[in-house]
């Protein structure tokens, strides 16, 4: 796993898997500024893209409103990915409601000490 932030745009890009991230790959927006890109042959998380980041992070809820407009079979494919780990230890989703949170407060220490 790998960590890259921009202070400048405050985009934190997770990438889980590298070998992956050079490989074809599928963009599921879960809601503006909020990407996660999975490999489509495989079904496994290679990226996730938090645009404004840090502000983010302090929300309490945030609304998925990607997730609504995916097709049930595009749901169905990733629920399995955004609630198991590598994707959960960054945000926190529940399919019912389309509401979760971001769940990375160490990230936040690290992105703060990148920004001194």
């Known amino acids: 796993m790998k960590l890259n932030y921009d202070p400048e745009g405050d ?30 042959d495989k079904m496994l998380p290679v ?20 997730w609504l407009k995916l097709s049930k079979e595009e749901q169905q494919n990733i629920l399995p990915i955004l609630t198991s780990p590598p994707v959960a230890a960054f945000l926190r989703f529940d399919p019912q409601s389309g509401y979760g949170h971001l769940s990375t407060p160490g990230v936040m220490e690290v992105v703060s000490a990148s920004t001194l």
């Open 47 to 66: 990226q996730l893209t938090l645009v404004n980041y840090r502000k983010a992070a302090q929300l309490l809820a945030i609304f998925f409103e990607g």
């Open 11 to 40: 985009v934190l890009e997770v990438i889980f898997n590298e070998a992956l991230h050079r490989a074809e790959k599928k963009a599921y927006k879960l809601r503006e500024g909020m990407i996660l890109y999975v490999s489509p």
